[in-house]
Every structure is written in C-alpha cells, then in structure tokens.
C-alpha cells in the first residue's frame, strides 16, 4: 500500500513548528537594537561556525609551535631469565676444556636510552610554519569580526525599516 504522504508532510510540519516554538525566546519587553543584535548573533550559524574554526586553528596554531622545541626520545629495556645462561670454553688446538664453566650473562640486565634531537633544518621550517598557521589565526579572527559586523548591519537595516514602517502606519492612521 501506498502512504499517505500528505499526512506525514503535516505531522512532520507540525513537529517543525512545535520544535521551533520550544526553541524561541519570548520577550518581557518591547524589542530594541541591542537586544536584537544579542539575539542575532546567538542564533546566527555562521557566527558559530566561525568561532569554532577560531578554536580548532587555535589548537593547530598550538601544534605548530610545540613543533619548534627539540624533539626528546627516550627509550628502557629490561631483560630477565629464570635460568643464568653456563658456558663453557675449548681449546681450538687440543680440543680440551680450557676452562671451567662459568657464567656468561647476568640473570637480568637494564638499558636505557635518552636523546635530544635538534636540527637547525627542522626548527627553521618549524618556524615558518608556525608563523604561517598564527597568520591564519588571524584571518579567522577576521573572518568572525566580518560575520559579526555583517550581521549587525543586516540587523540595523532591518530594524530602521522597521520603524520606518511603524511610523508609517502610525501616520496613516
């Protein structure tokens, strides 16, 4: 069977719109510039979606400096046997036992390693790019100020509109 779709379309349009009324602010008071401004900007995607690049280049800006230190590499062993390894030596002339039996490693041993790298190469192209991602914070920065004054704009046209419309009804009447 087929369903009914226009059915759906509605229940569906109905969930919209309760959610969406869920979702927005009543306001105690008349609407003036600021508060549409503030309202503005806290429901505007862009706006959010460009301080959440801000924060991911921030974090990419930190990597690229971290990149600037030397580079630490450190490195442990331990070894143990149940059993000590017995040796014993021959002569290569006579074939006789040289001498007794004795013991050619110890039952446990311990290494340990620690290095320092530091490349003039490495630091100078660590640099450069580490100025390349701070200079892309910076565009991002931008880009969030743009977003911002764009929306206050688009907002302050509206509103003037809107009371130039008001105070032409006003008039009319």
Same mark, same amino acid.
């Given at each position: 069977?087929?369903?009914?779709?226009?059915?759906? &379309?509605?229940?569906?349009?109905?969930?919209?719109?309760?959610? /969406?009324? &869920?979702?927005?602010?009543?306001?105690?008071?008349?609407?003036?510039?600021?508060?549409?401004?503030?309202?503005?900007? +806290?429901?505007?995607?862009?706006?959010?979606?460009?301080?959440?690049?801000?924060?991911?280049?921030?974090?990419?800006?930190?990597?690229? /400096?971290?990149?600037? /230190?030397?580079?630490?590499?450190?490195?442990?062993?331990?070894?143990?046997?149940?059993?000590?390894?017995?040796?014993?030596?021959?002569?290569?002339?006579?074939?006789?036992?040289?001498?007794?039996?004795?013991?050619?490693?110890?039952?446990?041993?311990?290494?340990?390693? /620690?290095?320092?790298?530091?490349?003039?190469?490495?630091?100078?192209?660590?640099?450069? &790019?580490?100025?390349?991602?701070?200079?892309?914070?910076?565009?991002? +920065?931008?880009?969030? &100020?743009?977003?911002?004054?764009?929306?206050?704009?688009?907002?302050?046209?509206?509103?003037?509109?809107?009371?130039?419309?008001?105070?032409?009804?006003?008039?009319?009447?």
């Amino acid at each position: 069977s087929q369903p009914d779709l226009e059915t759906f &379309r509605t229940q569906h349009a109905k969930t919209e719109w309760n959610e /969406f009324q &869920r979702r927005t602010q009543t306001l105690d008071t008349p609407l003036d510039l600021q508060t549409a401004l503030r309202l503005a900007l +806290e429901g505007n995607t862009e706006y959010h979606l460009a301080l959440h690049r801000r924060k991911i280049q921030s974090e990419t800006e930190t990597g690229a /400096f971290l990149d600037l /230190f030397p580079h630490l590499y450190a490195d442990a062993e331990y070894r143990w046997r149940s059993k000590l390894r017995i040796a014993s030596s021959k002569s290569a002339d006579s074939g006789s036992e040289s001498l007794e039996s004795s013991f050619s490693q110890q039952r446990d041993s311990k290494t340990g390693s /620690f290095e320092v790298l530091f490349s003039l190469l490495d630091f100078g192209i660590s640099y450069f &790019r580490a100025r390349q991602e701070r200079n892309r914070g910076r565009f991002f +920065e931008q880009q969030i &100020r743009r977003t911002r004054q764009n929306l206050a704009l688009d907002v302050t046209r509206t509103w003037w509109r809107a009371v130039i419309a008001d105070q032409a009804v006003s008039a009319a009447t």
